[in-house]
């Protein structure tokens, strides 16, 4: 058995089937595990976090090349306040400490 790793850990379920599905179109095996996969289906709400997908160690690479590639793990934000580029996983803007905000404008 190849060994398997972690792709995405507390990931979103919707998320994490949309990702599935360009994954394996570029030919990579994903796995689902995940609380939301095993709880109570009349829990949904608070069960579609806590989703990992898992791939092949061997293809583990491709994958987080192909996610970035798609701004899946880390997609930057535009400061608002001084214009700054923040990378995805900063709540708050390094240069001025402004809140991140998913405004466009
Ligand atoms: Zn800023």
């Known amino acids: 058995m190849e060994e398997r790793k972690t792709l995405i850990a507390d990931g979103n379920l919707l998320q994490a089937h949309t990702w599935k599905g360009l994954l394996e179109a570029c030919g ?3 796995e689902l ?3 939301a ?3 109570g289906v009349g829990e949904l709400p608070a069960a579609l976090h806590n989703v990992e997908l898992w791939v092949r160690e061997s293809q583990l690479a491709k994958a987080q090349a ?3 590639a798609l701004d899946v793990i880390s997609p930057q934000w535009q400061c608002l306040q001084c214009h700054e580029i923040n990378e995805g ?3 708050l803007c390094w240069h001025c400490s402004a809140e991140r ?3 466009h404008n």
Do not use: T
Request: hydrophobic share 35%; charged share 20%; no cysteine.
């Open 89 to 91: 996983s900063f709540e």
């Open 66 to 68: 192909q996610l970035s």
């Open 28 to 30: 990579i095996h994903v």
């Open 101 to 103: 905000s998913e405004s």
């Open 33 to 35: 595990r995940g609380e």
């Open 37 to 39: 996969l095993l709880g």
